[in-house]
């Protein structure tokens, strides 16, 4: 009972119903036209038959052989049976000379609707009749409407029980597909309500048939699968926080002892230096996750403009290529082709940056890296390569986690947020990251679509 409650005010059932009234109420107005159409057809198609017959009658009459008619008439009048059609013949003072039909009024011309009695019948049934002057007489023609009525009567019903067939079946299929539609919102409901109740992994049943149902469940998914990564992303963040400051907040605890225990100006001052170091390192991986969940969030879409990637790597090379020659390493730029983005100028440079700075920091002295830019008419493709060791195909899944380090990169300064950072920023900019084999090396591919020059920038 509560189920039938819950359908009848839902919004399905409701615009089933009001598709049914709707279905209903056009049957009807069909039904309606078409009846008066067919009435008036067959009115028309008995009056024609009168005008013939009055017609044929009237031309055998001879003004010099009156009795020719009188006999025609009486002839029609014997061959109808059944009373079906009525045959009279008055003289002018209104005396019947032939036919069966007798009037219980003066003949008045023309087309007119009688009742039997009214011509002499001992039934009720109506007659279509019309009344004519053929010389000195009064000619009368007359049809039973019986027939016609009967029809009439047999396509009304027609109507009517189409009209109460087509109603169950609408309130019968109305109600069928809005308790399916219902059904797949209670799916709808009952995985969002699971959701709020802690179970992320819930997600809405689809039916596979392309519909809009489907599709707004699909775009749900995506949504819920999208928070589902955000909040591990957050779980992890939180392990990771807990699992790499412990470290350097031991180290701040030991180094503040260190120096609380010595009286030496000089060792508590040493101390406090070191203390200060680490300090500062926690602080850096604290700015840096803040700085990712900014990124994350979108906020600095709103200083989107248009950006030449080729530009961009220009400006990094001639930053880090001194650098690159320090640490016994080179960094080129080969091609170059103006590629514009739509993107915010200085994360994308801090993005190029950072693919740079980990090549230089995790890769032996002589190792060469080189950097390109280039288009394929709908996207611009950076790529930054080297010849290092390059990264197992097992761990490229999981360097863009953040605080995530390999172990052989723990023993080199850095706090795991290098990666993160270039993938957060790539996703802000709808670009695809990848990270292929050099071989040897590694090879990291960021792809972004292009904006034409001439299109007018428009915020996301």
Known sequence: MRRTSQLRRSTPF??????????????????????????????????????????????????????????????HADLAHDGEQLFGLWDQQGTPVAGSMRLSSPVVPGLATKSGRELGQSGDDAYRVLFSAVGAYSLGVAIDYAETDELRTLVLSGFAWATLFASVLAIAGGGFIASRVQRRLDAIGATMNAVSQGLVGARIPLLGNDDDIDALSTQVN?????????????????????????????RIRIALERASS????????????????????ATQTFDALLRIAQIEAGAKRARFQMVDLADVLRDVHDAYAEVAIDAGKTLSLGQAANSPVSGD????????????????????????IAMQCATNGRTARLRFSDNGPGIPAAERSRVFQRLYRMDKSRSTPGNGLGLSMVKAIADLHHATIALEDARPGLDVVV???LVSRAEPYQSV
Do not use: W
């Not at 039904?31 to 024609?48: C, T």
């Not at 591990?232 to 350097?248: F, K, N, S």
């Not at 010595?262 to 300090?279: F, M, N, P, Y």
């Open 345 to 368: 100028r200085d994360l994308l440079v801090q993005m190029c940056a950072n693919l740079v700075e980990n090549a230089l920091t995790h890769t032996p002295p002589g190792t060469k």
């Open 14 to 75: 409701r615009l089933a119903l009001a598709f049914a009234v709707l279905l209903i109420g056009s049957l009807l107005l069909s039904g309606l036209v078409v009846y008066q159409i067919m009435s008036s057809e067959i009115s028309d198609r008995v009056d024609e038959e009168l005008q013939r017959t009055t017609a044929l009658l009237s031309a055998g009459y001879d003004q010099n052989d009156p009795g020719t008619l009188v006999a025609a008439v009486q002839d």
């Open 222 to 250: 995506a949504a819920l699968d999208r928070i589902t990564v955000l909040m591990e992303g957050l779980r992890q963040v939180g392990y990771d926080i807990a699992h790499d400051l412990r470290t350097p907040l031991n």
């Open 447 to 449: 792809d972004f679509p």
């Open 262 to 281: 010595h009286a030496s100006s000089s060792e508590l001052a040493a101390g406090l230096r070191e203390a200060t170091v680490e300090l500062e390192s």
